[in-house]
């Protein structure tokens, strides 16, 4: 329910960021978090519980469109993806820190509603430090107040680049004036550089959930009882580990960003996950054919385990949150960062939902394969249809889609006009 709840978030979180600007879209989405935990470490029955869920997610949904946004348009170029990263370090560390509150709490009265009723410290710290927090200066410029979005850029850029930025933001500002049109969500699919964009977008959303990592970091355990281990103490200390490389990898992930690029990180993380993937597969079916004690193919597994994350976690966890905060024009921005959320959040709940029946129907070994596959596909996909971004500024993105679109020069660009 936490998933269905994300799914309807993000798809509402698109347009609440368009409309109310990115500030009070977080705001709102710590509020209703905070709600949910109250409920869920209250709830009297399975039913309020399962609402608390609900709640939670719906928060999380609005989130997880909100902060890559407001990041990104209050970063400069050159240190964007770096800081866009940073919000995915925020919820690996925070997945790190969920796993050491829960051991702290299992030998607690009331454990689970310790657990669950502490979610709603963090939205209680940030709806408190957001409030002395400025509106992005970019929706600022273009839907509400010139003068505030000024203010808010000279404590960003020195003088001459301040100039430079008000320049292009003038720009992009007249170039959405001159399409009067309100944008709508069927224009996202009529306008080729927006589905281009859009499909960049969500396909890599997608691509980030069926390569199996949220598999890896909800089923860990279970993941390691399978290989063999089969004391709950050591499976959950190994599934802190993972966590633990999780939360690293993308410290990591944030310094190459930025040097190595968007779309290299991508593809050399999809090739370790496709290696990482062989395998955990190589070493489950090996596994299942003998005595069933631990031996060196459970150790196969577990090493296998580290390496996915290892090379997962620097470039497919962040790469997807970064392109997406950045590939899309202002009008655009909030409504496709929430479609493609959405995306994640579907595909998220399909692969949480099918990962156990799967390695019960095929066996496990046949199930990382199954992901091994999927990870040559999106190897593929990054290759022909993602576009490097690194140091672009969002007007040179839309010039790339344009081109991509209709061509170099061609004149057909009925979505903006080229900049000279």
Not at 13 to 36: E, H, P
Not at 145 to 151: G, L, P, Q, R, Y
Not at 213 to 240: C, D, E, H, R, W
Not at 273 to 278: D, E, N, R, T
Request: proline share 4%; aromatic share 10%; hydrophobic share 50%.
């Amino acid at each position: 329910m936490a998933l269905v709840g994300a799914m309807i978030g993000a798809a509402a979180g698109g347009w609440i960021n368009d409309y109310f600007g990115r500030k009070k879209a977080t705001l709102s989405a710590d509020v209703v978090f905070l709600l949910g935990s109250v409920v869920m470490a209250a709830a009297p029955d399975p039913y309020i519980l399962i609402l608390g869920r609900l709640l939670v997610g719906l928060g999380v949904g609005v989130a997880s469109v909100t902060a890559p946004v407001y990041i990104a348009e209050a970063s400069p170029s050159e240190i964007r993806g770096g800081l866009v990263s940073t919000n995915v370090l925020m919820i690996t560390g925070g997945q790190f820190l969920s796993y050491l509150v829960n051991l702290a709490f299992t030998e607690i009265p009331g454990t689970w509603r310790w657990m669950l009723g502490v979610a709603g410290v963090p939205a209680a710290i940030q709806f408190v430090l957001m409030l002395f927090l400025p509106e992005s200066p970019r929706w600022l410029y273009m839907k509400k107040d010139k003068s505030e979005a000024a203010t808010v850029l000279a404590k960003i850029y020195d003088p001459y680049r301040l100039e430079e930025e008000i320049d292009q933001l003038a720009t992009a500002l007249e170039e959405e004036r001159l399409r009067k049109q309100a944008v709508s969500y069927l224009d996202v699919f009529r306008k080729k550089e927006i589905r281009l964009a859009f499909f960049a977008g969500a396909g890599l959303q997608a691509f980030q959930q069926f390569t199996g990592i949220n598999t890896v970091m909800y089923y860990s355990p279970t993941i390691v009882q399978m290989a063999g281990f089969k004391s709950n103490q050591l499976a959950l200390l190994l599934s802190l580990i993972v966590a633990l490389m999780n939360a690293m990898g993308t410290v990591v992930g944030i310094y190459l960003i930025d040097h190595f690029g968007r779309k290299k990180l991508a593809l050399t993380s999809l090739s370790g996950v496709i290696v990482s993937l062989i395998l955990l597969a190589v070493a489950f079916i090996l596994q299942s054919s003998t005595s069933g004690n631990v031996g060196a193919y459970g150790w196969i597994a577990v090493i296998g385990l580290a390496l996915y994350i290892a090379f997962f976690a620097p470039g497919m966890g962040p790469v997807p949150w970064t392109v997406n905060s950045e590939i899309y024009p202002e009008s655009y921005r909030g409504m496709c960062g929430g479609m493609s959320a959405t995306v994640n959040w579907i595909s998220n709940l399909i692969v949480a939902q099918s990962f156990l029946s799967l390695a019960e129907a095929v066996g496990t070994g046949v199930t990382f394969l199954i992901l091994a596959g999927i990870a040559v596909m999106a190897f593929v996909f990054v290759t022909v249809f993602v576009p490097e971004t690194k140091g672009l500024s969002f007007e040179e993105m839309e010039k790339i889609w344009k081109e991509k679109a209709w061509g170099n020069g061609s004149g057909k660009e009925p979505l903006l006009e080229s900049r000279s």
